[in-house]
């Protein structure tokens, strides 16, 4: 190490001045306690440099679901790397790549690879708007997301994300031909309705703002299956089929996003099984590699690539696409699922976590929903349960919430919603351990409330 960054204190300060973290200000290493400097891993465990273990409740960013610390992936990226670090997907593949593709789910059988979730979305826009090109609809451009959704920091993907609030102030004007849609969050329903007297009146929108823009401008709907930036929204019974048949009424492409669900989260390899619904393009990333090194893709039904057959190239590449290490560490880290039922733990770990957030609803006033399903899981404090009014989001309840879990010992979001997404190697006794920080930092939130 260079003699200069020998001490924490020098480690900290070039840190704060030479590392731009993300959606933080300059500097925030230095003024910001939740900001760490992290040296090690282990499990759902890590390290920072000053020597503090922390369990990772986020996953690291909603991927880490083999945990961290597996040696077998550095192995396979480091023997892949010694023999083909990089080939061009313009002109070649891989055996590794040809290998990741053949695993795809159902007939979601043809893989275009990038390099993180963000290129995933636009390459599925762009594969969407295409498609309808080249069967003789070249008017089909326009995309209906969902308030709330994101897909990603990209420009398409930023504008297909329902995140107008935090984005628009800096990033406008966004794509044309964008429309949004309510959420299926039945705790905060749009509709003011309750499900399921309501008949699915947040997919029937969908219908409607397809027939109002005329069907033959619109290219695809692209929606999360579980949505954790609304809050961890689980949809209710009835809602994906309703949309699958919605988008086929209409010759509508439908994009299921899989970058956070996918890979066992929540209990399923995919987060679609569970509702019984296949989109024409599965967007996927994150626990594709649990994060060892990035990689992406959108996996294409055959209906779909075959409009790319014969002239019709598809108008799209990355210079990282389908990168052999990257595929080497998906082949290494979808073992590791695979053979330590890591899907299957997540769905056991996930039911006994949310069995303890229920029972912490149960004892705290200030909790209002708890949601989830496998190792996805939200608990939403508010101000008072009966007319379920927030918390300022900058005001003195939440820090004191976010506080005490990072001084219990948990790392994680914590704001109106509380999210939990540990890695699926998560042990019993660490879901108990979780929901016991959990407890004493909602004490702490109701002390701050009076």
Not at 23 to 35: E, I, N
Request: net charge negative; proline share 5%.
């Amino acid at each position: 190490m260079n003699d200069a960054l020998s001490n924490q204190d020098a480690l900290k300060k070039s840190g704060a001045e030479h590392v731009f973290m993300h959606s933080a200000p300059y500097g925030a290493l230095a003024h910001d306690a939740a900001k760490k400097i992290l040296v090690e891993g282990d499990g759902i465990w890590v390290t920072d440099v000053d020597g503090n273990r922390y369990i990772d409740a986020l996953a690291g960013l909603w991927l880490v679901n083999v945990g961290h610390g597996r040696a077998e992936i550095g192995e396979a990226i480091g023997r892949q790397a010694s023999s083909l670090a990089y080939a061009s997907s313009t002109a070649a593949t891989t055996i590794p790549a040809i290998q990741l593709a053949a695993l795809a789910p159902g007939d979601q059988n043809t893989a275009f690879f990038c390099s993180g979730g963000s290129e995933a979305i636009e390459s599925a826009i762009k594969i969407a708007r295409q498609y309808h090109y080249h069967r003789g609809q070249p008017k089909r451009q326009k995309i209906i997301g969902r308030r709330g959704s994101y897909h990603g920091g990209t420009y398409a993907a930023m504008s297909v994300s329902g995140t107008r609030p935090t984005s628009d102030p800096y990033h406008s004007p966004f794509m044309p031909g964008v429309l949004h849609a309510s959420p299926p969050s039945c705790y905060r329903c749009d509709f003011r309705a309750t499900f399921p007297a309501c008949d699915l009146l947040c997919a029937d929108q969908i219908g409607q703002m397809i027939a109002y823009e005329n069907p033959e401008t619109v290219a695809a709907v692209i929606a999360e299956p579980i949505s954790a930036s609304n809050g961890i929204v689980v949809p209710p019974e009835g809602y994906w089929p309703r949309l699958r048949e919605i988008c086929d009424t209409h010759g509508v492409l439908l994009i299921t996003d899989e970058v956070i669900n996918g890979f066992g989260r929540t209990g399923r390899m995919f987060a679609s099984e569970h509702f019984g619904v296949a989109g024409d393009l599965l967007t996927m990333a994150k626990g594709l590699t649990s994060g060892y090194v990035p990689m992406g893709g959108v996996m294409c039904r055959p209906h779909v690539v075959e409009a790319f057959a014969d002239e019709n190239t598809l108008s799209h590449l990355l210079t990282y696409g389908g990168h052999p290490v990257a595929a080497a560490a998906a082949l290494a880290n979808l073992d590791i699922i695979e053979r330590e039922d890591l899907v299957g733990n997540a769905e056991r770990m996930g039911a006994r976590l949310l069995a303890g957030l229920e029972d912490l609803r149960a004892k705290h006033p200030n909790v209002g929903d708890v949601r989830g399903l496998g190792l996805i899981a939200g608990l939403e404090v508010v101000r008072d349960r009966d007319t379920r009014e927030k918390f300022d989001e900058k005001g003195p309840e939440l820090k004191a919430l976010s506080d005490g879990l990072r001084n219990r010992g948990l790392l994680t979001r914590a704001g109106t919603i509380l999210n939990l997404c540990p890695p699926l190697c998560i042990t019993a006794d660490e879901v108990d351990q979780i929901v016991d920080i959990v407890d004493g930092a909602l004490s702490d939130l109701e002390a701050a409330s009076g």
